[in-house]
């Protein structure tokens, strides 16, 4: 016979705050799980999987659509490499915007120091676009 487990010990045993875990059943990211006699929520190991496998995707970014799309996937043994995909792409691009954007920093912050004590030219060098670095800019 399986281990069960009562709601608390499952958001114990996971970090998944017990409302967190309510909500995934209403919404059906999650089994509905047995109840004891006394009407109590009882998970099983296979429970306590896929909610791991639930705060794992939402950790690395993954919306809850993505996960239940993730999920049905895997029920149907279909490949999910496509939504891993989609998510690398928009991972990326904004690792592209984040790198513009500290390179922007840098050049505004390069541009305040070479001036004279009380002339920052950050304001300056917002209004500047013309050597601004971002994707979106570059084309001005």
Known sequence: MSTLFSIGTLSRATGCKVETIRYYEKIGLMPEPARSEGGQRRYHQRHRERLQFIRHGRELGFTLDDIRELLALSASHQHADSIARRHRDAVQARIRSLTA????????????????????????????????????????
């Open 101 to 140: 954007l500290r390179d922007e920093l840098d050049r505004m912050i390069a541009d305040c120091s070479h001036g004279q004590g009380g002339e920052c030219r950050v304001i300056e060098t917002l209004s500047d676009h013309g050597h601004c670095l971002a994707e979106h800019h570059q084309d001005d």
